[in-house]
């Protein structure tokens, strides 16, 4: 059976394989490493013959890991990097590129939508990794694969299948963790006979204050110990000496996850599939701004996020063979995001507590095609998203009630973004050589409406911006021997201006900054050339992977100073405090260069090195400047030895990260400096040690320690301390 074919580009083949299926498999195994195979039912595709960076978790990879979240099963894979504000978030950066300009999808469906931010997100987490089949990370402009947002790659997160014909089967897993004492668990129950299929799932997580490490950093001093926090006794705002200073009080939170999944086959060859998934969380506290001081006390007295809901569903059409050859998938699809900001101040005269809420809808219908041309496939289809949004707000007394006039984060009128777009690509292999060429070309269509323009007097209350967008990639792989193949692509990206970008009404309470809407910015484009080489030993028991790549970025989005009205100063909350305007602006240009190596070897039977190595750098160009560009991590990697005889599996594995220099700090704030020591954050390395048994009866025993040496540190650009020695355990049943 054939399944969703909709990526393109670089990575087409791959990718449109893979998401068609929506079943990757990483079939490595401690003999045989060049079996990294990216699949549909029917149609096998190497790694090697794909010319763009790609990485697959498979699910085996995610099992044994045994992490919390998906964030920390993306920042602890090597595949790239995570950032964190909270101990609810993780924010995926992909070469230099976080956020609105990394691609999330979950089943191949976007997860992006018109709200996201060009900061820091958390929207991963959202989906569980128990709901996970694997993870596919592309490296890279993927816009020729999924449109806009593309620009440093994308992260498809899929998850299991309902799977025919095997009756009743399920799995149960639980896990605790001492770091956060944490306590989860995990139910699936499978029920298919030969052409009906049912997928049931469902998850809970507790996840108690982040304690960090004890031991101080070798490459730093101790940084962002929680000595105060805020607590509100007898209507009065007070600070509170933390009794224990390594736990970070205020990072609690809980979430529950729900999957359905079915799947029919009719006697005419078509299958029809649903896909639900809802995603709900307690209050999620804000960390980095819980720990803000200000005169002697805490700035804030509450920072959270509200409960942060995600419900999608999916209908499907799937048939081989729909009209010669080609064979065809359907996707109509609908999501809806609820997310809220509330923060109040410390001892705020009036209590008032401020609300923003946002309630996003995503309507999609996707056709795909794959047929067979010219000993070569062709891979073509349709893409339509249709977003809406309602911002509303509020600010009221805790313990009167009373209401007080307060600004929504987006414009508090009707908000909509419309993508019409079409893609084809054709890849082939002939001799030694494979290659692929893809294009897309769509149009963009954003209005957002303000109805209340007091407190700002706009020249404007409605916003209209049309733009066509497109991109195109070409790629090409040469196996010049057994032993050595290169690779090397060109792709361009583009990210047209979302509701974020282009009408936001936002105030950064850390500088004094209030960002407001801009009517004239325009989409961000990049162009990328990657040149990467394999070396295989004959035996297929050593293998070094390298990639290059150099990306210009044009007409960036950049946030820069502004005038409204002929002013440059706001008391937007009219509370007395200004803040200085700016605005989004098309002003950037930049590049961002890099390298990563990958290397797995066998070093005797069932034991395997594995190691990973990423540094990036980027820098802001225009205007005769060259300055610090923001999101760019530090070098980092992983080193892992793996062990696995037949009754068990064991790995041992360093972390590590580069020091992030003062001076590689950009201007823009988005890297947080406020949040890190005086000299910039410190170098660190984590050692950590998994082990699990191999089923018997049923039953997988999984246990570990992470972070041995109880180590404190923090990872770039986050605001909160990363876990210190976590000891965890677990167990899984299939029946």
């Known amino acids: 059976m054939t399944k969703k074919i909709f990526l393109a580009g670089a990575l087409m083949v791959l990718a449109a394989e893979s998401s068609y299926s929506q079943e990757v498999k990483d079939t490595t195994n401690i003999q045989n490493i060049e079996e990294i195979k990216i699949h549909s039912d029917k149609i096998f595709i190497n790694k090697h013959k794909v010319p763009s960076q790609i990485e697959v978790i498979s699910k085996d990879k995610i099992e044994f890991q045994n992490f919390q979240n998906t964030a920390d099963m993306l920042a602890n894979s090597g595949a790239l990097f995570v950032q964190k504000s909270q101990q609810g978030g993780g924010s995926p950066v992909i070469r230099g590129f976080e956020s609105s300009r990394v691609l999330l999808l979950v089943d191949g469906i976007r997860m992006n939508n018109l709200i996201f931010r060009a900061g820091h997100l958390q929207n991963v987490i959202t989906v569980d990794e128990n709901f996970l089949e694997n993870v596919l990370v592309q490296y890279g402009p993927t816009s020729s694969l999924y449109g806009s947002d593309a620009l440093g790659g994308s992260v498809n997160m899929i998850t299991k299948k309902a799977k025919f014909g095997n009756g009743f089967m399920g799995n149960v897993n639980t896990r605790y963790s001492s770091a956060n004492n944490e306590k989860s668990g995990y139910l699936d129950i499978n029920y298919g006979t030969s052409n009906f299929a049912s997928l049931t799932a469902f998850s809970y997580n507790d996840f108690g204050d982040l304690k960090m490490g004890r031991t101080k950093n070798h490459n730093g001093d101790f940084f962002g110990e929680r000595i105060y926090y805020a607590e509100t006794i007898n209507g009065t705002d007070t600070n509170v000496l933390n009794p224990n200073k390594y736990v970070q009080v205020g990072s609690t939170y809980k979430q529950w996850n729900f999957m359905q999944k079915l799947a029919y086959k009719t006697n005419s060859g078509f299958t029809h599939e649903l896909?639900?998934?809802?995603?709900?969380?307690?209050?999620?506290?804000?960390?980095?701004?819980?720990?803000?001081?200000?005169?002697?006390?805490?700035?804030?007295?509450?920072?959270?996020?509200?409960?942060?809901?995600?419900?999608?569903?999916?209908?499907?059409?799937?048939?081989?063979?729909?009209?010669?050859?080609?064979?065809?998938?359907?996707?109509?699809?609908?999501?809806?995001?609820?997310?809220?900001?509330?923060?109040?101040?410390?001892?705020?005269?009036?209590?008032?507590?401020?609300?923003?809420?946002?309630?996003v809808s995503v309507y999609s219908l996707n056709a795909h095609f794959n047929t067979p041309l010219l000993k070569g496939n062709l891979f073509y289809g349709i893409e339509n998203y249709y977003e809406t949004l309602s911002s509303t707000a509020s600010r009221v007394n805790i313990y009167t009630g009373q209401t007080y006039s307060v600004n929504t984060r987006y414009p508090d009128g009707?908000?909509?973004?419309?993508?019409?777009?079409?893609?084809?690509?054709?890849?082939?292999?002939?001799?030694?050589?494979?290659?692929?060429?893809?294009?897309?070309?769509?149009?963009?269509?954003?209005?957002?409406?303000?109805?209340?323009?007091?407190?700002?007097?706009?020249?404007?209350?409605?916003?209209?911006?049309?733009?066509?967008?497109?991109?195109?990639?070409?790629?090409?792989?040469?196996?010049?021997?057994?032993?050595?193949?290169?690779?090397s692509n060109v792709g361009t990206g583009y990210r047209a201006p979302n509701i974020d970008d282009l009408a936001k009404i936002f105030d950064t309470t850390t500088n004094g900054v209030l960002i407001i809407p801009n009517n004239d910015l325009g989409p961000e484009t990049t162009i990328t050339t990657d040149f990467g080489f394999v070396i295989k030993s004959k035996t297929n028991k050593h293998n070094f992977e390298?990639?290059?790549?150099?990306?210009?970025?044009?007409?960036?989005?950049?946030?820069?100073?502004f005038s409204l009205n002929g002013t440059t100063q706001i008391d937007n909350d009219n509370d007395g405090i200004f803040s200085t305007i700016f605005a989004n602006q098309n002003a950037g240009k930049a590049y961002i260069t890099g390298f990563n190596g990958n290397v797995k070897t066998t070093i005797a039977k069932n034991l395997q090195f594995n190691g990973s190595y990423n540094v990036t750098v980027g820098r802001v160009t225009n205007n005769g400047n060259n300055r610090p560009l923001d999101h760019i991590p530090p070098y980092y990697g992983r080193l892992?030895?793996?062990?696995?005889?037949?009754?068990?599996?064991?790995?041992?594995?360093?972390?590590?990260?580069?020091?992030?220099?003062?001076?590689?700090?950009?201007?823009?704030?988005?890297?947080?400096?406020?949040?890190?020591?005086?000299?910039?954050?410190?170098?660190?390395?984590?050692?950590?040690?998994?082990?699990?048994?191999?089923?018997?009866?049923?039953?997988?025993?999984?246990?570990?320690?992470?972070?041995?040496l109880d180590t404190q540190y923090r990872v770039f650009a986050s605001g909160i301390n990363a876990p210190g020695r976590n000891i965890y355990g677990g167990a899984k049943y299939c029946f």
Do not use: C
């Open 640 to 708: 892992s030895f793996i062990y696995a005889p037949n009754w068990g599996t064991f790995e041992a594995y360093m972390l590590f990260n580069g020091k992030k220099h003062l001076k590689d700090y950009s201007t823009s704030g988005e890297d947080n400096l406020q949040y890190a020591p005086a000299n910039g954050m410190p170098a660190w390395e984590t050692y950590n040690f998994k082990a699990s048994t191999k089923q018997m009866y049923g039953i997988t025993l999984y246990a570990g320690m992470e972070n041995i």
């Open 546 to 561: 390298a990639t290059y790549f150099y990306t210009t970025i044009n007409n960036a989005i950049v946030t820069k100073e």
């Open 275 to 359: 896909n639900v998934q809802y995603s709900s969380t307690t209050d999620i506290p804000r960390y980095d701004r819980l720990t803000e001081r200000s005169g002697g006390n805490m700035t804030f007295a509450e920072w959270f996020y509200g409960p942060q809901k995600r419900i999608l569903g999916v209908y499907s059409l799937e048939k081989d063979n729909l009209f010669g050859k080609t064979n065809f998938r359907m996707d109509a699809s609908f999501q809806d995001v609820e997310e809220s900001r509330n923060d109040r101040r410390f001892n705020d005269a009036n209590a008032r507590l401020r609300t923003q809420t946002e309630n």
């Open 414 to 487: 009707d908000n909509s973004l419309l993508r019409n777009e079409i893609y084809a690509s054709y890849s082939k292999s002939q001799n030694k050589w494979h290659y692929n060429l893809g294009g897309r070309i769509g149009s963009s269509n954003l209005k957002s409406q303000i109805i209340n323009n007091s407190a700002f007097n706009f020249p404007f209350t409605e916003i209209n911006q049309q733009n066509i967008t497109y991109s195109v990639n070409a790629g090409l792989v040469y196996n010049t021997s057994e032993n050595f193949i290169l690779k």
